[in-house]
T-cell receptor, first 114, second 110 residues
């Protein structure tokens, strides 16, 4: 079974703090993704990575950066957290083709920025 | 960029009633995937459709891909409380990634 884990289920941070969200997958998948989920807006792609050290902007990359130093780990960084980044963050991975392969999701991190 | 909309956003049904959610893309899709997210859970893959006009069934769930490959639907016959959750479609248009829809939240009342 594919397993995608995220470092925290719940996180509370203050405005201006630097925030790291980490995601690890154990199935040697090439692609990893970060989404945020907000009511009525569905899943919106922030960034994805198709290989180590490779990244591509998604639909809403502003205010975020990512890091993929190892194949199994993909980090989402909020350089200076703001209240409008309060959301559910979901990490996912897929084997090879980011357009057609099934995505496997982690449990999510609910981030609250005060 | 590519947009994928789903309607309705919410649906409340009585147990035993049918349910349908519709997915519409602004661009032609090479494939469409459907995911289900239970309350408090994460999205889980249900199925993928690739061919124009394709219809697939999983027990009480029927998935359809439109002839023009710009829309899709998920129909649940005789809903049960286990069907509760949010259903997402996701499609690949001209870019190199999947775009997820806005989701339909289904609530089933006894």
């Amino acid at each position: 079974d594919v397993k995608v884990t995220q470092s925290s289920r719940y996180l509370v941070k203050r405005t201006g703090e630097k925030v790291f969200l980490e995601c690890v997958q154990d199935m040697d998948h090439e692609n990893m993704f970060w989404y945020r989920q907000d009511p009525g807006l569905g899943l919106r792609l922030i960034y994805f990575s198709y290989d180590v050290k490779m990244k591509e902007k998604g639909d809403i990359p502003e205010g975020y950066s990512v890091s993929r130093e190892k194949k199994e780990r993909f980090s989402l960084i909020l350089e200076s957290a703001s209240t409008n980044q309060t959301s559910m963050y979901l990490c996912a991975s897929s084997p090879r083709d980011p357009r057609t392969d099934t995505q496997y999701f982690g449990p999510g991190t609910r981030l609250t920025v005060l | 960029g590519q947009q994928v909309m789903q309607i309705p956003q919410y649906q409340h049904v009585q147990e035993g009633e049918d349910f349908t959610t519709y997915c519409n893309s602004s661009t032609t899709l090479s494939n469409i995937q459907w995911y289900k997210q239970r309350p408090g859970g994460h999205p889980v893959f249900l199925i993928q459709l690739v061919k124009s006009g394709e219809v697939k069934k999983q027990k009480r769930l029927t998935f359809q891909f439109g002839e023009a490959k710009k829309n899709s639907s998920l129909h649940i016959t005789a809903t049960q409380t286990t069907d509760v959750g949010t259903y997402f479609c996701a499609g690949a248009g001209g870019g190199n990634k999947l775009t997820f829809g806005t989701g339909t939240q289904l609530k089933v009342e006894l």
